[in-house]
């Protein structure tokens, strides 16, 4: 009660401070409203009827205070400090591993090679039971992993089911510092064309990025694709670096206007280029974020490459921190963000809102049209848009069940206790009699495959007996679903290569990890194939550049 009363007479001093120093009818405002709030919470704590939570119900205030503004705008709570410094700097420490619910089990997705969970032998489908003895049932994905996070050095055991051993096993873990790589994977799509899968923002993307790059190189790389699909962005400052790696030393990457004038700034390339003059696709999809858009669009408005893929998300507004008492921190957007053909790539207007508190994206007839270096039109307001588009893969219901149901990680985590080696993961493929045993283990599961058209015969079934028909009808429906059901049964042949494929990168995950997952889908990946097909017509190319 102590700490209480001393909270609430600082925000009363604070209050009467903002009173007697602020003059205009804005800071008026703000001390009245803030007089306002610190009275509501003194008399909520003074007579409502239970103890309140105190920290629960200010945070709580203050996160339906910030959603009113935009999605980026946080308060980031001393508790939560250690998870964000982890986002923007990708360093934490703990085992190396992507661990998440399977069945309401917590379970290894991956392990990744060179950290302490692969080294101590951890693999993708193993189920961990125990954290230093401490049972893990009931307990949420985000309270196990603060389990498995702590100071490098220390020590942890685990204990694990794995399919194919009958006795739990007893595995002790070292943490370390874990740094997780900007570049996920890089390697030769060809035998002249490198490929780059950049997935974040974080310290050390740029270094990442031109050491990727003169390696390829090195290998006997004349072109490259970047990939920057659902890439979330990160910090600015390697944004810019990264563009760097493509463009001039001292050429406009991109500047920034807020309402303060320190925030309108023009940032430059600050270092000498890694190569000008290599042919460059750069991948995009609608994940594609913030600085990944920032990269996609100084590529594009400076004609240095070509764009393929899909619409970005467009995020062109720019967060900074500011500390708050007890070691809390505020994020804040600061200000928008224009690369260099002056346009902004934000697609919602957050300051405008609807009625209903929702907001809209830029209209296509508001949106302004700019120019690229070489005198393309190009348009600001909603993402940028790819010079290629590639539309996503689109895959069954029944597939995705499949998928969702994790009938294909099950499998994957059988196949591989019962082989112990397979080809290359760009070569390997499941032989016909391999695939119709997946087939026929499927179809033992005897589980439903829940469709559209499963939930439709269903309504129809429900809406006959309300309205007294359904006897008139059951023969009909009960000839339908029939045929819906061997439709199903013939899915998996008729569309054999579809699963069949998913199968295959699901399987080679198990014996080469994460760098075999991206490799086993470079060459079914339709945008990929069309970057390389593109990167192959040097006229085509060049004619993109200067239309």
Request: proline content about 4%; glycine content about 8%; charged content about 25%.
């Given at each position: 009660?102590?700490?209480?009363?001393?909270?609430?007479?600082?925000?009363?001093?604070?209050?009467?401070?903002?009173?007697?120093?602020?003059?205009?009818?804005?800071?008026?405002?703000?001390?009245?409203?803030?007089?306002?709030?610190?009275?509501?919470?003194?008399?909520?704590?003074?007579?409502?009827?239970?103890?309140?939570?105190?920290?629960?119900?200010?945070?709580?205030?203050?996160?339906?205070?910030?959603?009113?503004?935009?999605?980026?705008?946080?308060?980031?709570?001393?508790?939560?400090?250690?998870?964000?410094?982890?986002?923007?700097?990708?360093?934490?420490?703990?085992?190396?591993?992507?661990?998440?619910?399977?069945?309401?089990?917590?379970?290894?997705?991956?392990?990744?090679?060179?950290?302490?969970?692969?080294?101590?032998?951890?693999?993708?489908?193993?189920?961990?039971?125990?954290?230093?003895?401490?049972?893990?049932?009931?307990?949420?994905?985000?309270?196990?992993?603060?389990?498995?996070?702590?100071?490098?050095?220390?020590?942890?055991?685990?204990?694990?089911?794995?399919?194919?051993?009958?006795?739990?096993?007893?595995?002790?873990?070292?943490?370390?510092?874990?740094?997780?790589?900007?570049?996920?994977?890089?390697?030769?799509?060809?035998?002249?064309?490198?490929?780059?899968?950049?997935?974040?923002?974080?310290?050390?993307?740029?270094?990442?990025?031109?050491?990727?790059?003169?390696?390829?190189?090195?290998?006997?790389?004349?072109?490259?694709?970047?990939?920057?699909?659902?890439?979330?962005?990160?910090?600015?400052?390697?944004?810019?670096?990264?563009?760097?790696?493509?463009?001039?030393?001292?050429?406009?990457?991109?500047?920034?206007?807020?309402?303060?004038?320190?925030?309108?700034?023009?940032?430059?390339?600050?270092?000498?280029?890694?190569?000008?003059?290599?042919?460059?696709?750069?991948?995009?999809?609608?994940?594609?974020?913030?600085?990944?858009?920032?990269?996609?669009?100084?590529?594009?408005?400076?004609?240095?490459?070509?764009?393929?893929?899909?619409?970005?998300?467009?995020?062109?507004?720019?967060?900074?921190?500011?500390?708050?008492?007890?070691?809390?921190?505020?994020?804040?957007?600061?200000?928008?963000?224009?690369?260099?053909?002056?346009?902004?790539?934000?697609?919602?207007?957050?300051?405008?809102?609807?009625?209903?508190?929702?907001?809209?994206?830029?209209p296509d007839s508001l949106k302004v049209a700019f120019k690229t270096s070489r005198g393309r039109t190009v348009y600001d307001g909603g993402g940028i848009n790819p010079d290629v588009q590639v539309d996503a893969q689109k895959y069954s219901h029944l597939l995705f069940n499949i998928i969702s149901n994790d009938f294909l990680f099950d499998y994957a985590t059988i196949y591989h206790a019962e082989n112990a080696e397979i080809s290359s993961s760009r070569s390997f493929e499941l032989s016909d009699a391999e695939y119709a045993e997946?087939?026929?283990?499927?179809?033992?599961?005897?589980?439903?495959?829940?469709?559209?058209?499963?939930?439709?015969?269903?309504?129809?079934?429900?809406?006959?007996?309300?309205?007294?028909?359904?006897?008139?009808?059951?023969?009909?429906?009960?000839?339908?679903?029939?045929?819906?059901?061997?439709?199903?049964?013939?899915?998996?042949?008729?569309?054999?290569?579809?699963?069949?494929?998913?199968?295959?990168?699901?399987?080679?995950?198990?014996?080469?990890?994460?760098?075999?997952?991206?490799?086993?889908?470079?060459?079914?990946?339709?945008?990929?194939?069309?970057?390389?097909?593109?990167?192959?017509?040097?006229?085509?190319?060049?004619?993109?550049?200067?239309?």
């Amino acid at each position: 009660m102590k700490r209480i009363i001393i909270g609430t007479v600082g925000v009363a001093v604070l209050v009467g401070m903002f009173s007697f120093t602020f003059y205009s009818d804005n800071y008026f405002e703000i001390s009245r409203n803030l007089n306002i709030f610190a009275t509501l919470y003194r008399e909520l704590n003074t007579h409502y009827v239970d103890q309140l939570p105190n920290e629960e119900i200010v945070t709580t205030g203050i996160d339906a205070m910030l959603s009113s503004l935009d999605p980026y705008t946080d308060y980031i709570p001393e508790s939560e400090l250690e998870s964000y410094r982890t986002i923007t700097t990708g360093e934490y420490g703990g085992i190396g591993a992507i661990v998440g619910k399977r069945d309401g089990v917590n379970t290894v997705l991956m392990p990744y090679i060179g950290y302490p969970a692969h080294d101590a032998g951890l693999l993708i489908g193993d189920q961990i039971t125990h954290i230093d003895g401490k049972s893990l049932k009931g307990l949420s994905s985000p309270a196990i992993s603060e389990l498995l996070k702590g100071q490098p050095g220390t020590e942890l055991s685990l204990i694990v089911d794995r399919y194919g051993v009958s006795e739990p096993m007893l595995i002790t873990i070292v943490r370390e510092k874990i740094t997780i790589s900007n570049v996920a994977y890089y390697g030769m799509l060809q035998e002249d064309t490198g490929y780059i899968l950049l997935s974040d923002f974080t310290t050390h993307a740029s270094e990442e990025t031109k050491n990727a790059l003169l390696d390829l190189k090195a290998r006997g790389a004349k072109k490259v694709v970047l990939d920057l699909r659902d890439n979330p962005g990160g910090l600015l400052d390697e944004a810019i670096k990264v563009a760097n790696v493509f463009i001039p030393k001292g050429k406009e990457v991109v500047n920034t206007k807020g309402k303060k004038e320190s925030w309108n700034k023009t940032y430059n390339a600050p270092n000498l280029s890694t190569d000008e003059e290599i042919p460059l696709v750069v991948l995009t999809s609608s994940g594609t974020a913030s600085a990944a858009e920032i990269v996609s669009g100084v590529i594009q408005d400076y004609d240095r490459g070509v764009l393929v893929g899909k619409r970005t998300y467009g995020k062109g507004l720019v967060q900074a921190t500011r500390p708050l008492p007890y070691n809390a921190q505020l994020k804040i957007t600061t200000a928008k963000y224009y690369i260099p053909s002056g346009r902004c790539i934000q697609a919602i207007d957050y300051s405008h809102k609807n009625e209903d508190g929702s907001v809209a994206k830029i209209p296509d007839s508001l949106k302004v049209a700019f120019k690229t270096s070489r005198g393309r039109t190009v348009y600001d307001g909603g993402g940028i848009n790819p010079d290629v588009q590639v539309d996503a893969q689109k895959y069954s219901h029944l597939l995705f069940n499949i998928i969702s149901n994790d009938f294909l990680f099950d499998y994957a985590t059988i196949y591989h206790a019962e082989n112990a080696e397979i080809s290359s993961s760009r070569s390997f493929e499941l032989s016909d009699a391999e695939y119709a045993e997946f087939v026929t283990w499927l179809e033992a599961k005897d589980l439903s495959f829940s469709s559209q058209i499963d939930e439709a015969i269903n309504r129809l079934v429900d809406l006959s007996k309300e309205e007294k028909y359904y006897e008139g009808l059951q023969p009909s429906i009960e000839a339908l679903k029939e045929k819906v059901s061997k439709i199903k049964s013939s899915y998996l042949v008729d569309y054999q290569d579809e699963v069949k494929y998913m199968l295959e990168e699901e399987i080679v995950s198990r014996y080469y990890f994460q760098d075999g997952l991206i490799e086993a889908a470079l060459d079914h990946d339709p945008t990929i194939l069309r970057a390389q097909e593109l990167l192959n017509s040097p006229a085509q190319y060049k004619q993109i550049l200067s239309n």
